[in-house]
């Protein structure tokens, strides 16, 4: 710690907190750097803060830190959880305090508390120092990972593959699955044929350990070719290979047969084909889609034919072809945050000129209305010719052309329509109305006002803005895997620091729970100002900040809160 004159008047010092613990959630470790520079203090959770989790918190664990001119970095257990900018008053000597310190809700605990300290080191970047002998380690684990844990770096940190079993039924897929955990885990879900099966799967197993979780997915799917995607759902980069979270699918197998397997890492999601009844082939089969329909259930087309779903007196009709890498495109199409039909998929050749017609139908009513293509996965493996890309060649309502934009290296594409009025040349402005309602059905909000989903004794409230580029940001909000209302639209300006109120009440018992943030139609095309963003500016559980941090070009953002009651 330092105390150096606050220029601001913020009400800052310097104060480098290698670890602190609050009491109520046992796998938290927050590392927090405290300066008296303002701009890193505008968003200082983003900016300032470092939260990692334990996945054992018993026993003795090592947290380190190293602290250099450019740049500061944390360690816990000897992995390197995050590192941010060293702020400018940062640069003299600090002195060394431990402590043990308890405000409300941690004293909620009961008193005594107690804090063990084995040792604590500090070391020296200068040849020159003079090195001193280290005292026997006495933890019970007899740990001693070296400097601020950078021995053990390399190593990966064991945990217990799990086993998980789905459904029910005589067909069965095995999935290996495994992660690199940064910031949480990974999270997924698996579809056959376009139906999820089961909820949010949580990765465990270390894929640098060699470990895999197994995932047995029962079904009866009949007779035939069938399609599985794994979605990975919360892809992260930080900019470094020790700042990524990665989902892989180490092997799936069908009935005990192997299928063609490819890892997951920096993509959204992974497609394989398997055959009911008949020897497995060891080349993805052909799939002969039924005729059309017009019951709101998807019947799929040949290359270049026509699709037609849902009913009702107005249509959008969509223009889509794809480049196929190692499987089709998948994807989905909804209105207004609802989803129309089931998973979709590509076959026409986009580098051929080909187009897929797909004809939605409904009865949107009067107004703007804002539709969403979904594509679910995206591959880029290093080259052109190994590349799966969704496009959207032309997007039409009731016979009027709007305004379209190719999906290739994007999460998704937004597209807005004005029913009952002449067309309009340009994406119209939406002016939402302001309401609440507790039916699980979100009712959106002006910029800077409040949204509330749901109904019970707890609330989680986020505060959310976006950079809008060819549309707004769309998201949806899960809670231990559960979605809790519907697709919700980001509206105020984070540039302009505003920030909407999205309240989510539930009732999710004692424990730890998990959030999820979805940003579903990210899009960057090359520039600052050609760039759609989201952001989580701020997160609270029944009045009790969480970590949050910025989503731009990211899938979606973890949090966890404990509930103690």
Not at 343 to 357: E, F, P, V, Y
Not at 367 to 391: P, S
């Given at each position: 710690m330092n105390n150096l004159p606050d220029p601001n008047g913020l009400g800052r010092w310097q104060e480098l907190d290698v670890v602190e613990r609050y009491g109520v959630w046992s796998k938290g470790v927050y590392s927090t750097i405290h300066t008296t520079d303002r701009a890193v203090n505008d968003n200082w959770q983003t900016q300032l803060q470092v939260y990692s989790e334990l996945p054992n918190p018993g026993g003795y664990h090592t947290y380190g830190v190293n602290w250099q001119k450019e740049q500061i970095s944390f360690y816990?257990?000897?992995?390197?959880?995050?590192?941010?900018?060293?702020?400018?008053?940062?640069?003299?000597?600090?002195?060394?305090?431990?402590?043990?310190?308890?405000?409300?809700?941690?004293?909620?605990?009961?008193?005594?508390?107690?804090?063990?300290?084995?040792?604590?080191?500090?070391?020296?970047?200068?040849?020159?120092?003079?090195?001193?002998?280290?005292?026997?380690?006495?933890?019970?684990?007899?740990?001693?990972?070296?400097?601020?844990?950078?021995?053990?770096?390399?190593?990966?940190?064991?945990?217990?593959?799990?086993?998980?079993?789905?459904?029910?039924?005589?067909?069965?897929?095995?999935?290996?699955?495994?992660?690199?955990?940064?910031?949480?885990?990974?999270?997924?879900?698996?579809?056959?044929?376009?139906?999820?099966?089961?909820?949010?799967?949580?990765?465990?197993?270390?894929?640098?350990?060699?470990?895999?979780?197994?995932?047995?997915?029962?079904?009866?799917?009949?007779?035939?070719?069938?399609?599985?995607?794994?979605?990975?759902?919360?892809d992260r980069w930080d900019g470094t290979p020790t700042t990524d979270r990665n989902l892989y699918v180490d092997s799936v197998s069908f009935n005990g047969a192997n299928l063609p397997q490819g890892a997951i890492g920096n993509v959204l999601g992974q497609t394989f084909s398997f055959h009911d009844g008949a020897p497995a082939e060891p080349t993805i089969p052909v799939i002969t889609p039924p005729p059309t329909n017009t019951t709101g259930t998807p019947s799929q087309p040949q290359n270049g034919s026509s699709l037609s779903i849902g009913a009702g007196p107005d249509q959008l009709i969509f223009k889509i072809s794809e480049d196929a890498y190692l499987g089709d495109?998948?994807?989905?199409?909804?209105?207004?945050?609802?989803?129309?039909?089931?998973?979709?998929?590509?076959?026409?050749?986009?580098?051929?000129?080909?187009?897929?017609?797909?004809?939605?139908?409904?009865?949107?009513?009067?107004?703007?209305?804002?539709?969403?293509?979904?594509?679910?996965?995206?591959?880029?493996?290093?080259?052109?010719?190994?590349?799966?890309?969704?496009?959207?060649?032309?997007v039409s309502f009731n016979g009027t052309n709007l305004p379209q934009g190719a999906i290739g290296n994007v999460l998704g594409q937004t597209f807005n329509f004005h029913d009952g009025a002449s067309p309009d040349t340009s994406a119209p402005a939406t002016t939402p109305v302001l309401q609440t309602n507790p039916t699980g059905t979100p009712s959106q909000t002006q910029d800077g006002s409040s949204t509330s989903i749901s109904a019970g004794p707890d609330q989680l409230v986020f505060k959310i803005s976006e950079d809008a580029y060819l549309g707004d940001a769309l998201y949806t909000i899960s809670v231990d895997g559960n979605q809790v209302g519907g697709t919700l639209t980001a509206h105020a300006s984070h540039a302009a620091n505003q920030s909407e109120t999205i309240a989510v009440h539930g009732d999710w018992g004692p424990g730890n729970h998990t959030v999820l943030v979805h940003f579903l139609n990210d899009r960057w095309d090359g520039t600052p100002d050609t760039d759609r963003n989201l952001y989580v500016d701020a997160v609270s559980f029944n009045g009790t900040n969480l970590p949050q941090g910025a989503i731009g070009n990211v899938l979606g953002q973890l949090f966890s809160f404990h509930d103690l009651v």
């Open positions: 816990v257990d000897g992995q390197l959880v995050g590192s941010r900018a060293t702020p400018s008053d940062m640069h003299q000597p600090m002195y060394l305090l431990a402590n043990l310190a308890t405000q409300e809700p941690a004293s909620l605990a009961g008193v005594p508390i107690t804090s063990k300290i084995d040792y604590i080191r500090v070391y020296s970047a200068d040849p020159s120092a003079t090195a001193v002998s280290l005292e026997p380690v006495s933890s019970p684990a007899g740990n001693d990972p070296g400097t601020y844990g950078a021995a053990t770096a390399s190593s990966t940190p064991q945990v217990t593959p799990t086993s998980t079993s789905i459904d029910a039924g005589p067909d069965q897929l095995v999935f290996k699955i495994s992660e690199d955990a940064y910031l949480g885990d990974a999270l997924y879900t698996i579809s056959v044929d376009g139906n999820q099966v089961g909820g949010t799967l949580t990765a465990h197993a270390s894929h640098a350990g060699g470990q895999s979780d197994t995932i047995a997915v029962h079904g009866n799917w009949g007779p035939g070719d069938h399609t599985v995607l794994v979605h990975f759902l919360n495109a998948l994807y989905t199409i909804s209105v207004d945050g609802n989803q129309i039909g089931g998973t979709l998929t590509a076959h026409a050749s986009h580098a051929a000129g080909q187009s897929d017609t797909i004809a939605v139908d409904g009865d949107w009513g009067p107004g703007d209305h804002t539709v969403l293509v979904h594509f679910l996965n995206d591959r880029w493996d290093g080259t052109r010719e190994t590349d799966r890309n969704l496009y959207v060649d032309s």
